[in-house]
């Protein structure tokens, strides 16, 4: 079972930066971020494979997020910058079962989960 850890959320103002870090045990395949508030679906926001090391970002962060993996292959980082209110959300960070990623940020594609850090932007 992969165990997924993440780390680095926080509470900033509007135009500022995070930087989000997962770290998984014994993997190295597709991994994304998710993100949820409460009484809305999980969303996508960006995933990235090996091998090839494509990445995916869903509508409402490309631009303003940039996902990327160490060298090492197992930990992947969230670049978010010029953060605004509506990116306030518990962010997942997510396995999936092959090497590369699916285009589309699929949900029910990804295997694992971690436990969530949280990303509070205010105005």
């Known amino acids: 079972q992969v165990q997924l850890v993440e780390s680095g959320g926080g509470s900033v103002q509007a135009g500022e930066s995070l930087r989000l870090s997962c770290t998984a045990s014994e993997y190295r395949g597709c991994m994304a971020w998710f993100r949820q508030t409460p009484g809305k679906e999980r969303e996508g926001v960006a995933s990235i494979g090996t091998g090839l090391g494509r990445a995916f970002y869903g509508d409402s962060v490309r631009g303003r997020f940039t996902i990327s993996r160490d060298s090492d292959e197992n930990t992947v980082h969230l670049q978010m910058d010029s953060l605004k209110p509506e990116d306030t959300a518990m962010y997942y960070c997510?396995?999936?079962?092959?090497?590369?990623?699916?285009?589309?940020?699929?949900?029910?594609?990804?295997?694992?989960w971690g436990q969530g850090t949280q990303v509070t932007v205010s105005s």
């Open positions: 997510a396995a999936g079962p092959s090497r590369e990623c699916r285009y589309d940020l699929y949900l029910g594609a990804y295997v694992a």
